[in-house]
Nanobody
């Protein structure tokens, strides 16, 4: 059974940083890509970043490029999203999701973690 649990969200001031974690259980994480999405109130879900199963390939939405960094530790069965220079428009619920490849459909979702950027 695929299980993904996000953590690390919270309230941060503009310009601050947060690191989100996505902990995997019930399956072999290093066989899968992990995608981070976010959804703000009243807005469509946005794909933020993806990392391949090996970690050798990553991609980012233009809105976060240069500020966010995705990484993974397959030994710890965890994927991270380091978010720097946060802006109020980054406020959203952040979800990690499991996929065969970064270009494939999502297989399973986490429950989400709230990120709020406000002074």
């Amino acid at each position: 059974q695929f299980q993904l649990v996000e953590s690390g969200g919270g309230l941060v001031q503009p310009g601050g940083s947060l690191r989100l974690s996505c902990a995997a259980s019930g399956f072999t994480l290093d066989l899968y890509a992990i995608v981070w999405f976010r959804q703000a109130p009243g807005k469509e879900r946005e794909r933020v970043s993806c990392i391949s199963s090996s970690g050798g390939s990553t991609n980012y939405a233009d809105s976060v490029k240069g500020r966010f960094t995705i990484s993974r530790d397959n030994g710890k069965k965890t994927v991270y999203l380091q978010m720097n220079s946060l802006k109020p428009e980054d406020t959203a619920i952040y979800y990690c999701a499991l996929s065969s490849l970064c270009v494939s459909k999502v297989i399973s979702w986490g429950q989400g973690t709230q990120v709020t950027v406000s002074s």
